[in-house]
């Protein structure tokens, strides 16, 4: 089984930025789509941002032009960049591969924006 690992989150005030990593561990990586979700209190879990195997990308229209999902298929990590944070960005952020069957979630990684 794949696990996830998410890092990188933390407080930052509104406008500000921050790099959310998601280290996979196995070998099939390269091969899926992966997405970054977010989950803010008292809500569903949302799809943020997807990346293909080929580096094609897909936004949420809520963070379109703000936030950049990228992957490193070398080291089995994907990225999100995340800029001009507002204080409806804050959640816990997960990553898992885009598809019907997913794998485990990981513990995710908490953003808080202030305004």
């Known amino acids: 089984q794949v696990q996830l690992v998410e890092s990188g989150g933390g407080l930052v005030q509104a406008g500000g930025s921050l790099r959310l990593s998601c280290a996979a561990s196995g070998s099939i990586f390269s091969g899926n789509a992966m997405g970054w979700y977010r989950q803010a209190p008292g809500k569903q879990r949302e799809w943020v941002a997807r990346i293909n195997s080929g580096g094609n990308t897909n936004y949420a229209d809520s963070v379109k032009g703000r936030f950049t999902i990228s992957r490193d298929n070398a080291k089995n990590t994907v990225y999100l960049q995340m800029n001009s944070l507002k204080p409806e960005d804050t959640a816990v952020y997960y990553c898992?591969?885009?598809?019907?069957?997913?794998?485990?979630w990981g513990q995710g990684t908490q953003v808080t924006v202030s305004s």
């Open positions: 898992n591969k885009v598809s019907v069957s997913l794998w485990s």
